[in-house]
């Protein structure tokens, strides 16, 4: 058991350009969250998963964020058009619904939009 | 919509003192209630947690209480020490709900 792994640690990215995440739960986790901590601040939810279904999604995760689960196992988040406001540190947690465990995080990926 | 408050820090001690950390809620129906610590350059890490009215959480020498009168998670430690230097977020999951509500955090800084 290696953790929530996210990749790539840290991403610099030019305003406009489009990025994509990667997450990768614990092996056998079910449920994927991802969410967003800017400076100072607590973590925001953005969305989660169960299996590969998106059951819920935040009103921050406008028009220009997508999330995918296809196959119940990684996750992707793809930003497009980014804009210097999207910079923070974005956290993947993923969770077992059958131990009702809670969520294990993640070390989050850092974007910068320059 | 749901919400955590906690006190701003830095929190500034000396190893062995006495650690409070406020923390208050809002929330519609009975909330879970959570203390997350991150550590330099790592992941948020569960500390401790709390389903319903008057459980208290513990772990690592670290106590929280829930109080519904007071909607208040406040953490306390009897002896802190240097090793825990971290940021603590408290942090909410309402009934029904899969997401975490977290407080903006409070840094703790523990001096030798």
């Known amino acids: 058991d290696t953790g929530v792994s996210q990749d790539p640690r840290h991403k610099i990215t030019k305003r406009g350009q489009n990025v994509t995440f990667r997450c990768d739960p614990i092996?056998?986790?079910?449920?994927l969250y991802w969410y967003r901590q800017t400076l100072g601040q607590g973590p925001e939810f953005l969305t989660y998963f169960q299996n590969e279904a998106q059951l819920e999604k935040s009103r921050l995760l406008s028009d220009r964020f997508s999330a995918e689960r296809p196959k119940g196992s990684f996750s992707t988040l793809e930003i497009q058009r980014t804009e210097q406001g999207d910079s923070a540190m974005y956290l993947c947690a993923s969770s077992i619904i059958s131990k009702n465990t809670e969520a294990f995080f993640g070390q989050g990926t850092r974007l910068t939009v320059v | 919509g749901d919400s955590v408050t906690q006190m701003e820090g830095p929190v500034t001690l000396s190893e062995e003192a006495f650690l409070t950390i406020n923390c208050t809620y809002t929330?519609?129906?009975?909330?879970?209630l959570f203390w997350y610590v991150q550590y330099p350059g790592e992941g948020l890490q569960l500390l401790l947690k709390?389903?319903?009215?008057?459980d208290k959480g513990s772990n690592k020498g670290f106590e929280a209480t829930y109080r519904k009168e007071t909607t208040s998670f406040h953490l306390e430690k009897g002896s802190v020490q240097v090793s825990d230097s971290a940021v603590y977020f408290c942090?909410?999951?309402?009934?029904?709900?899969?997401?975490?509500?977290f407080g903006t955090g409070t840094r703790l800084l523990v001096s030798p």
């Open positions: 092996s056998e986790h079910n449920r």
């Open positions: 929330a519609t129906g009975y909330p879970s």
């Open positions: 942090a909410l999951r309402n009934t029904g709900f899969q997401k975490l509500v």
């Open positions: 709390a389903t319903k009215a008057d």
